[in-house]
């Protein structure tokens, strides 16, 4: 097998993957990205043993016991998660996700995904949320790949997410034309990932100045449970 995969708390794993995470999201080789939630989080950490061992994608998750829970996740700084924090299920955070940009094989996400799908399994989880990021808060690509997702993929009424931040990008007001046509060709792979599951998103993106990101809160509801 290509790929060797640790997983867990530890400090040391913690700490290389926020390493990577700081060549990634910031393009620094020093200092790490860190925050207030990744010691309490468990970290993936993906090597490609045909490469020395070489660590080539990276993220975390976390579980919760129930969905009140979900209102001190890293995704309720963005996103106002009250009407979800009432409902019957047992969530689990995904995010920070990163892939070496220089990875090429294929098999790595799908290594990844496949080991996230196990985690979810093993954790009797059933509903799965987080931030999924584009990369460049201002790069014209994403308006296209927004407006494929205003189309289905929209969060349902009854499981809306309210705005919180104060620096955000409408999906719903977006408008297309003959010479703007929609793509999704340049959604993160993450979000595939849950959009191929059935997920939806947001109807707005926050904008993070910090990171350089434009993201979308995104959900998996795997029971599907009527919700009235």
Same mark, same amino acid.
């Given at each position: 097998?290509?790929?060797?995969?640790?997983?867990?708390?530890?400090?040391?794993?913690?700490?290389?993957?926020?390493?990577?995470?700081?060549?990634?999201?910031?393009?620094?080789?020093?200092?790490?990205?860190?925050? /207030?939630?990744?010691?309490?989080?468990?970290?993936?950490?993906?090597?490609?043993?045909?490469?020395?061992? /070489?660590?080539?994608?990276?993220?975390?998750?976390?579980?919760?016991?129930?969905?009140? =829970?979900?209102?001190?996740?890293?995704?309720?700084?963005?996103? =106002?998660?009250? +009407?979800?924090?009432?409902?019957?299920?047992?969530?689990?955070?995904?995010?920070?996700?990163?892939?070496?940009?220089?990875?090429?094989?294929?098999?790595?996400?799908?290594?990844?995904?496949?080991?996230?799908?196990? #985690?979810?399994?093993?954790?009797?989880? =059933?509903?799965?949320?987080?931030?999924?990021?584009?990369?460049?808060?201002?790069?014209?690509?994403?308006?296209?790949? #927004?407006?494929?997702?205003?189309?289905?993929?929209?969060?349902?009424? /009854?499981?809306?997410? +309210?705005?919180?931040?104060?620096?955000?990008?409408?999906?719903?007001?977006?408008?297309?034309?003959?010479?703007?046509?929609?793509?999704?060709?340049?959604?993160?792979?993450?979000? /595939?990932?849950?959009?191929?599951?059935?997920?939806?998103?947001?109807?707005?993106?926050?904008?993070?100045?910090?990171?350089?990101?434009?993201?979308?809160?995104?959900? #998996?509801?795997?029971?599907?449970?009527?919700?009235?």
């Amino acid at each position: 097998m290509r790929y060797r995969i640790e997983f867990g708390q530890s400090d040391a794993n913690r700490v290389k993957a926020q390493k990577f995470r700081q060549r990634f999201f910031r393009e620094s080789e020093t200092g790490l990205d860190e925050d /207030k939630f990744d010691k309490i989080s468990d970290h993936c950490l993906i090597f490609d043993e045909k490469k020395d061992d /070489k660590l080539v994608l990276v993220f975390r998750s976390r579980s919760f016991l129930s969905m009140k =829970d979900i209102l001190y996740s890293y995704s309720a700084q963005y996103y =106002d998660l009250t +009407t979800l924090s009432e409902l019957p299920f047992k969530p689990m955070e995904i995010g920070r996700l990163c892939v070496d940009k220089r990875a090429r094989d294929p098999f790595l996400l799908l290594t990844a995904f496949k080991y996230l799908t196990s #985690l979810i399994s093993n954790g009797g989880r =059933d509903f799965i949320f987080g931030c999924t990021s584009f990369s460049g808060a201002n790069n014209p690509k994403h308006l296209a790949s #927004l407006r494929s997702l205003k189309q289905n993929q929209l969060a349902e009424p /009854k499981l809306s997410i +309210t705005k919180k931040s104060n620096s955000i990008l409408d999906i719903k007001t977006l408008i297309g034309s003959d010479n703007q046509k929609m793509d999704n060709n340049f959604l993160p792979p993450l979000l /595939k990932f849950y959009l191929r599951l059935g997920g939806k998103v947001s109807d707005h993106a926050v904008i993070d100045s910090d990171l350089d990101t434009l993201h979308v809160f995104t959900y #998996l509801d795997l029971n599907r449970k009527k919700i009235n």
